[in-house]
């Protein structure tokens, strides 16, 4: 089983919210993890969005919008990538990430598309 | 404003050592507040990291990869380079490197390696 499991597609209107999940392996606890957060466009190398432990531990990157953020949802041990208001250049790939036996791991990446 | 460009072969023979170079400029290499990782992503999947090296001299691999991974720092030319030993398809990818702190902050555009025969 994958330590990080994210859905490989997802939909949103613009103006709607999104939320891609990325969900840890069980015996993982997300409320001890810090979640990290990229997006990538085509032909481009991921950007780093945000990392988010809790509500009041989490970063935001630099010139990251603030309709970026990040929660949990420990019923479903599983970090989030909230975007609301989603507009059409949100329309990429979202990979998340977080650090685990000494070693840095990704989920499979989620496609967000808009429409 | 840092700057990362990943350079090397596009095409690799079966059974051989892929060999890559990240060239740095607008940090020098051996600041010792940053990692130098080596990444990549197999086409249409998610990204895997291979490994980072410390000015120290320090590394840390993915033990996935670690049989086949070396590292290795050139301060004098601003740069550090990744070899991959007995590569076979399954090494296809984008090869990036990237500068990490907390997260991997500044990244090459990538180099696409296809190991092919």
């Known amino acids: 089983q994958a330590v990080l499991t994210q859905p490989s597609s997802l939909s949103a209107s613009p103006g709607a919210s999104a939320s891609v999940t990325c969900t840890l392996r069980s015996g993982i606890d997300v409320r001890l993890c810090r979640i990290y957060w990229y997006q990538q466009k085509p032909g481009s190398p991921p950007q780093f969005l945000l990392n988010?432990?809790?509500?009041?531990?989490?970063?935001?990157g630099s010139g990251v919008p603030r309709r970026f953020s990040g929660s949990i949802d420990a019923s479903a041990n599983a970090g989030i990538l909230v975007i609301s208001g989603v507009q059409f250049e949100d329309e990429s790939d979202y990979h998340c990430?977080?650090?685990?036996?000494?070693?840095?791991?990704f989920g499979g990446g989620t496609k967000l598309t808009v429409l | 404003q840092v700057q990362l460009q990943e350079s090397g072969p596009g095409l690799v023979r079966p059974s051989q050592t892929l060999s890559l170079t990240c060239t740095v400029s607008?940090?020098?290499?051996?600041?010792?507040?940053?990692?130098w990782s080596w990444l990549r992503q197999p086409p249409h999947e998610g990204l895997e990291w291979i490994g980072y090296i410390h000015h120290s001299g320090n590394t840390f691999y993915n033990p996935s990869l670690k049989s086949r991974v070396t590292i290795l720092l050139d301060p004098s030319e601003n740069q550090f380079s990744l070899n991959v030993t007995s590569v076979t398809a399954a090494d296809t990818a984008v090869y990036y490197c990237?500068?990490?702190?907390?997260?991997?902050?500044?990244w090459g555009q990538g180099i696409l390696v296809t190991v092919s025969s």
């Open positions: 990430m977080m650090w685990h036996n000494s070693t840095w791991v």
């Open positions: 990237a500068r990490s702190g907390d997260h991997f902050d500044f």
């Open positions: 988010h432990k809790s509500d009041s531990d989490n970063v935001q």
């Open positions: 607008g940090d020098p290499i051996n600041n010792g507040a940053y990692y």
